[in-house]
C-alpha cells in the first residue's frame, strides 16, 4: 500500500511541479503529517525531491527528473486520454485503477504531449448513454466482470420478464453498447448475449472457463448485431410531417429512421413532405408514432393508423374524464 503511494506522490510531482504538503494530503487522502513521511522515504532512496519554506514554498522534484513513455506520438496520446470512459469504468469497479493508470501516464509523457493530452480531458467528455436515459442498475456488474477477467464460470439468475431462470454461464466478454452493458457467455456450448440489468445474482464457482480459441468478442458481436438488426420485425409506415417539426418525429423513432426513410412524392395541401419510415417492433409502432404528437399523420397501414387513432381517443378520453379521487 505504502509503495503504491509513493509511486503516486512521486507521478503527481512529475506531473504538476511543486505542491504543497497540504495539496498532496488532500489529494492521496493522507494527513500532512504522513506526507513529510514519504517525502523523506523517497529522498532516503535516492529521489531528487525537496521541500522548500516559506510563503511561495512546497515539494518538488530537481528540474528535469522525471521518466518518459518512447515511440508515443501526439495522436496516440490523445486518443488514449479520449478513451478513458469514467462512467463504465467505474461500474466496473475500475475508477480509481483508471484515474491511477491515466496519471501515471501523464506523468510520464513528454511536456509538449502531457499538454495536449491534458487539453483533451479539459475539452472534450464522452457520454455513452443517451439523451433522457437514466444509466440502468447493474448490481452484478462488477462480479461478472471479475468472472471474465478469471475465466472463471458462474452460475445466475436471470430474469426473462415472465420468470427468473438460473443460468450456468462460462463468461466471454462485457459489451457496452449505447449505455447498456451485455454479457457474452457459452451456455450449452453456444455463445449468448445477456442484458446485465436482468442478471439478478451472481454466483462464482469453482469451474473455468474453457474458452474456444478462435473466439473474438469483436467480432462475434458485429455479426451478432448485425444478425439481429437484419431479422428484427419491421414493418412500413407512410406519414405526412410538418417539415418544420422534423425534430418530434426524430424524437418519437429515432434519427436514422428518419435519415433513412424514402420521400414520397406528394402535393400535400399544407406542404408538409410523405416519407415511408420503415420501423422495428410492430406492436410499439403507434405508440411511438403518437409521441410525435399533431406533428405528423398516419397514411398507411390502415392498421397502424386505427391504433394510433384509439390510443389517442383513450387519452382523450382520459384527461375529459374528472382527475381520479377529486
Known sequence: MRASRLVSLLLLLQTRGQMTAAELARELEISIRTVHRDVDALAESGVPIYAERGLRGGIRLVDGYRTR??????????????SGLPGPAAELGLGTVVAAARLKVLAALPGELRGRATRLVERFHLDAAGWFQADEPVPGLAALADAVWNGQCIDIDYDRG?????????????VLKAGVW?????ADGQPRTYRVSRVRRVRPLDERVARPPDFDLGAFWAESSAAYEREAARVDVTVRADPERLDHLRAAVGSRVVAAAERLPAGDA?????????LDWPDEVPGRLLGAGASIEVIEPVEIRDRVARIARRVADRYEAAPAGL
Not at 513513455?69 to 479520449?82: K, N, R, V
Not at 415472465?162 to 462485457?174: D, K, M, S, Y
Request: charged fraction near 20%; charge should be neutral; glycine fraction near 8%.
Open 69 to 82: 513513455l518512447t515511440g508515443l506520438t501526439a495522436d496516440e496520446a490523445e486518443a488514449l486520454f479520449l
Open 182 to 186: 451485455y454479457l457474452v457467455a457459452l
Open 270 to 278: 399544407e406542404g408538409w413532405v410523405h416519407l415511408r419510415l420503415r
Open 162 to 174: 415472465q420468470a427468473v431462470a438460473t443460468r450456468r454461464l462460462a463468461p466471454l466478454g462485457l
